[in-house]
């Protein structure tokens, strides 16, 4: 039987051979000369291909993919920030206090998306924001591409225009014919280790939207930048400098082969306890998973919730040097690539941790089961949030009249950590 129909796309040889190992203890192929494979890993384009009307393809029971259909509404940088914009405001709309704003008109709890527009469709809305503070810095990005290509850094509105004429178009063709970009307020304040910046790399499984099932991932990581970190804006075209993507630092002439240039989460975790208390480290881990459970909240309305389906994002997460994390961008197909010997046992656990949970026991797929295993199988994921559990606990009820309680990861904790938290973290 076939679990995933579509192209193998295997990124190296060594995860070729971790999910060949995986499915052959689990007994679902058997390793033959010249047979095609009957479990694939489906790369972000053939998931199209697959749910297209025009294929007219169903598929069975017996077939599950890593992928939800329109997954781009979260994972295309315009798209998200699109999703959570009107979150928020039928959130303002219901009257929910999550929606409350500041004096100057600032959401209190849901500011956690750096300003953001759409390039060519907002650029005259850009430029009103700009003049309204000319020495700030913003980033540019393709909406469509990964690994830091196509991004770069301004701070003068001369150099937008010379990137239009650069482009093949300029700003006032059609959107359809040109490439869409999203440009956000740059987070010029990082928290800085050792002088460098870094951003985390958390994993987060989704089972199902609605009701919103997901897990998050306890062996996460840091990737720093092999360069110190300097505001000046003479530096601002030195992307060893300000991107965290192994893509780019790997070329860079200080990096390290051995580590990386990653921490673990944990160890990111310690050295928070030791220098700003532990307190405030649980708070901004809080505050984080409340983060990813809002995003993905944002989305489930829209997200096509094909019962075949599940998929593991990777969440990239800057910290400022005020401790207040943002939420950069969500990728659909992390990368899996082992940079590091670290790097080859985590993703190897994520892997089959994540097997685990789509298919519980090993045992033959059926999109029918309710999606819920046994804590047993769960690895190193915990549950992050079950809506199902939330609702009959009447958790999220009691959250929404008690604005400022937090309840802790595993929900032995409920402090004040002055955000009212929707979810249930179990």
């Not at 000319?134 to 980033?139: A, G, K, L, N, Q």
């Not at 830091?148 to 010379?162: A, P, T, W």
């Not at 075209?237 to 082969?257: P, R, W």
Request: aromatic share 12%; glycine share 6%; proline share 4%.
């Amino acid at each position: 039987f076939r679990i995933m129909a579509g192209k193998v796309k295997w990124v190296t040889d060594i995860e070729k051979s971790v999910l060949i190992n995986n499915f052959e203890k689990r007994g679902w192929i058997q390793v033959a000369e010249n047979e095609d494979w009957n479990f694939y890993w489906m790369s972000v384009q053939t998931i199209r291909n697959v749910f297209s009307v025009e294929t007219g393809y169903r598929l069975s029971d017996d077939q599950i993919v890593n992928h939800f259909p329109n997954h781009y509404e979260l994972t295309r940088k315009d798209l998200m920030v699109k999703n959570i914009k009107r979150y928020r405001k039928e959130l303002e709309k219901e009257g929910s206090p999550l929606a409350e704003k500041d004096e100057n008109g600032k959401y209190i709890y849901f500011d956690f998306v750096p300003v953001t527009f759409m390039l060519p469709a907002d650029y005259n809305l850009f430029v009103e924001e700009f003049r309204k503070n000319p020495s700030s810095t913003w980033i540019m990005k393709p909406c469509g591409k990964a690994q830091g290509k196509g991004i770069f850094l301004i701070n003068k509105l001369s150099q937008i225009k010379k990137w239009s004429r650069d482009s093949k178009t300029s700003l006032f063709v059609s959107q359809s014919s040109k490439e869409a970009y999203v440009i956000s307020l740059y987070i010029n304040n990082p928290l800085l280790i050792g002088g460098k910046k870094f951003d985390l790399r958390l994993y987060v499984l989704v089972s199902t939207y609605r009701p919103l099932r997901c897990y998050m991932y306890k062996l996460g990581f840091c990737r720093f930048c092999t360069v110190k970190y300097t505001p000046s804006t003479s530096e601002l075209d030195n992307m060893f400098v300000h991107l965290t993507n192994v893509a780019i630092q790997k070329h860079g002439d200080d990096y390290n082969h051995i580590h990386g240039g990653k921490w673990t989460v944990s160890n990111l975790r310690l050295y928070l306890e030791s220098t700003r208390g532990k307190e405030v480290t649980n708070k901004l881990f809080d505050e984080i998973h409340w983060i990813i459970v809002q995003s993905l909240k944002a989305v489930a309305p829209v997200m096509n919730n094909d019962k075949h389906c599940f998929e593991c994002y990777g969440y990239d997460i800057i910290i400022d040097d005020k401790l207040k994390p943002w939420l950069i961008e969500v990728n659909a197909s992390p990368s899996l690539t082992s940079s590091t010997a670290n790097d080859r046992i985590l993703k190897y656990n994520l892997i089959n941790d994540t097997l685990n949970i789509a298919v519980p026991n090993g045992e033959i797929p059926d999109c029918k089961w309710n999606k819920s295993p046994p804590k047993e199988v769960l690895g190193n994921y915990e549950v992050l949030y079950d809506e199902e559990m939330a609702q009959s606990d009447g958790t999220d009820r009691d959250l929404r009249a008690r604005p400022g309680q937090s309840t802790g990861v595993k929900g032995s904790r409920a402090r004040d950590s002055g955000k009212p938290v929707l979810t249930t973290w179990k």
